[in-house]
């Protein structure tokens, strides 16, 4: 990341970017979601923040082969997933956020898209204790809020869970 030197960042985490579906959508039922399965639906879409979205979103799009049929420019989340649940579109949404009544949180199909979350300081107005106090404080902050998504935790435990011995049922492998 290029940024001006009297700044200083450090990645508080990278996550995984899930996607928002009304609960009576066609693909609910689905554990993942393939992108290119919802080239049909409205899509919300972020305005651009200048540093990467929606571009990133975009581009998986292009990556599954399709460009969002229908979209629509959103800003404040609440209202998002008072749209999502109406039926009226779905959108790329952070796997940390709570799903509204009639909205499920699902994950893409392949984890085509990750958001990094930073923090960013001027150098001449922190210091390197406080800096890393804030970051120690974030990242915390962050791990308790993703504890409490149900939906990100069943992601993580079939994407990182232990490969299982081979062998019989019920038997050790030595």
């Known amino acids: ?26 693909l609910a ?14 899509w919300f879409v972020t305005p651009d923040d200048g540093v990467g979205r929606p571009g990133a979103f975009y581009d998986a799009c292009r990556a599954a082969g399709f460009a969002p049929a229908a979209e629509h420019e959103f800003s404040p989340l609440d209202q998002l997933q008072v749209l999502v649940a109406g ?5 790329a949404i952070q ?8 909205v499920l949180i699902k994950p893409p199909a392949g984890t085509p898209l990750w958001l990094r979350h ?7 107005s922190v210091d390197d204790v406080t800096a890393e106090a804030l970051h120690h404080y974030a990242a ?17 435990n079939r994407t990182y869970a ?13």
């Open 95 to 102: 796997a940390a956020h709570r799903p509204f009544d009639g």
């Open 29 to 42: 039922h689905r554990v993942e979601v393939p992108l290119e399965e919802l080239a049909q639906d409205t």
């Open 118 to 124: 930073l923090m960013i300081w001027r150098c001449d």
């Open 162 to 174: 232990a490969p299982r011995p081979l062998g019989r049922p019920g038997t050790r492998v030595r």
């Open 140 to 156: 915390a902050a962050y791990r308790e809020l993703i504890t409490q998504a149900p939906h990100f935790q069943a992601w993580a």
């Open 87 to 91: 039926g009226h579109g779905v959108s």
């Open 1 to 26: 990341m290029r940024h001006s030197p009297a700044l200083a960042h450090r990645a508080i985490v990278t996550a995984p970017v899930f996607v928002a579906l009304p609960a009576d959508h066609p």
